[in-house]
């Protein structure tokens, strides 16, 4: 069995060393496709110091192009695992995630899994709240990151594409929701995913701080948010899309004493304008 991991990276090392870090004493076979977008060599310098075992075939590939979405689309076609995920350059793995995808995930009748994220050493700090219980995904049940999610390669699942109007570095308003959109994608066409909370991938909960960078980021998810409900409308249906849509003023009344949490809710409320209108 065999588990493609396709990292994209941009303006990063020292993360991508951590990653590999954490991942290259598995006993599991792995693919690392690093889709490397830097225009200088540090990556390519970084992995000669390497000493990779034989269980894990290293590709590096060096598009000519920008964008979260367009980078994990062209990673996708270099696959040839069993198993495929997308690992953030600036996460890392609990040394069990890939045991467990090949001795659990691998064997079970489902196409895909999402699991635990908090931040290394704080399990309190996360970027999204993670529930305690497993439970089956559904068009209005999921939770998850890009880098918490794990696919089974099969010809369905392979052919579904990240829209490269959204991401990080996509250029457009909808600097996010990707992967959201990628889920409900896979879950209209009927595959089957869970949440384990018993797996964790570890990321800084960049949220939590309160600055310009996170208050910028934060309009930029807004709009991915709302971009994502307006394209989706009909997969995710009336009540649910009005649902999500309601969120939004619910999370500003929310913290309407919180003076950090309101801004940061008002910032991203005013993404959602972009996603919806523009």
């Known amino acids: 069995m065999l588990i493609s ?3 994209c990276t941009v303006g990063r090392k020292v993360e991508v060393e951590n990653f590999i870090n954490s991942i290259i004493t598995t006993k599991c076979n792995v693919e690392l496709i690093i889709v490397d977008q830097n225009k200088d060599n540090k990556i390519k310098s970084m992995l000669e110091v390497f000493s990779f075992p034989a269980n894990i075939i290293v590709k590096h590939i060096r598009p000519n192009i ?6 994990r689309n062209i990673g996708i076609k270099y696959v040839t ?3 495929f995920a997308f690992p953030d350059d600036d996460c890392t793995y609990d040394r069990n ?3 467990y995808v090949e001795s659990e995930f691998f064997c079970s009748a489902f196409d895909f899994f999402s699991c635990k994220t908090h931040e ?3 399990p309190d700090k996360a970027l999204i709240t993670c529930p305690e219980k497993k439970f089956e995904f559904s068009m209005s049940k999921r939770v998850g990151c890009s880098f918490t999610l794990f696919f089974r390669n099969t010809p369905q699942i392979k052919g ?3 829209d490269e109007k959204m991401g990080v570095g996509a250029g457009t308003y909808y600097g996010s929701g990707e992967e959201t959109d990628y889920i409900t994608q896979l879950i209209y066409l009927n595959c089957q995913g869970y949440y384990e909370p018993n797996i964790t991938v570890f990321h800084d909960a960049k949220e939590e701080l309160f600055d310009s960078v996170t208050l910028k980021r934060l309009v930029c998810y807004g709009g991915g948010y709302s971009y994502h409900i307006k394209k989706n409308f009909r997969k995710l249906g009336f009540l649910y899309s009005i649902k999500l849509l309601l969120a939004i003023p619910r999370r500003i009344l929310r913290n309407f004493n919180k003076k ?3 801004i940061k809710a008002i910032s991203f ?3 959602t304008f972009n996603g919806l209108f523009r």
């Open 5 to 7: 991991l396709v990292l």
């Open 120 to 122: 290394f050493g704080s």
């Open 260 to 262: 950090e949490e309101l």
């Open 160 to 162: 579904v594409k990240f």
């Open 269 to 271: 409320s005013k993404g």
């Open 97 to 99: 995630v890939l045991d």
């Open 81 to 83: 695992g069993d198993v």
């Open 66 to 71: 920008l964008g979260l979405s367009k980078a």
